[in-house]
C-alpha cells in the first residue's frame, strides 16, 4: 500500500527540453519503512508523464536534513543522442539489504512525451550482478 503525503511542482531541462517536475512523498509500507521522495517529469505541454523515479528514500522518522539517505538518483543523458541515464544508488546498509549498491537504467527517448526501457544494469561493490534487456 503507497501513502501519498504531499507533492510540490518545480522546471526541470532534460535533453534540451523543459519539463514540469512533480515531486511526491510516499510511504513504501515494508518493514523497513521508507519515505521515498519520487519524481515525476511531465511534458508542459500535454501534461503527459515523461518518466518517474526515487530520487531519495529516508527511514519513516528519520527525514530530517542530516539524517542518512538510503536511496539517491539523477538523470543524466547518455552519451549517445536520444538516451537518457537513470543512476540510482543503495548507501548507508540499504545495499547489505538489497545486494545490489547501484543499478543503471538506459532509456531511449521516443520523443518529448515517451521514454523505452532497454536495459537495467545492477551492481555490486563494482561488478555487474545482474543485466536486463528489454529491446
Not at 535533453?15 to 510516499?26: D, L
Not at 538516451?83 to 543499478?103: A, C, Q
Amino acid at each position: 500500500m503507497l501513502l501519498f503525503i504531499y507533492s510540490c511542482k518545480t522546471f526541470e531541462t532534460v535533453n534540451g527540453e523543459k519539463y514540469i517536475v512533480k515531486r511526491e512523498r510516499i510511504n513504501d509500507g515494508n518493514l523497513f519503512t521508507l519515505i521515498l521522495n519520487m519524481a515525476v517529469l511531465y511534458n508542459p505541454d500535454s501534461h503527459k508523464p515523461f518518466i518517474s523515479y526515487i530520487e531519495s528514500a529516508k527511514k519513516l522518522g528519520h527525514e530530517k536534513k542530516n539524517d542518512p539517505n538510503y536511496i539517491f538518483s539523477k538523470i543524466e543523458v547518455g552519451k549517445e543522442d536520444g538516451y537518457l541515464v537513470l543512476k540510482r544508488y543503495h548507501i548507508n546498509g540499504y545495499d547489505k539489504i538489497t545486494g545490489v549498491d547501484s543499478i543503471y537504467k538506459y532509456f531511449k527517448i521516443i520523443h518529448q512525451d515517451s521514454v523505452q526501457l532497454q536495459t537495467i544494469l545492477n551492481y555490486h561493490k563494482g561488478l555487474e550482478v545482474r543485466k536486463d534487456e528489454f529491446k
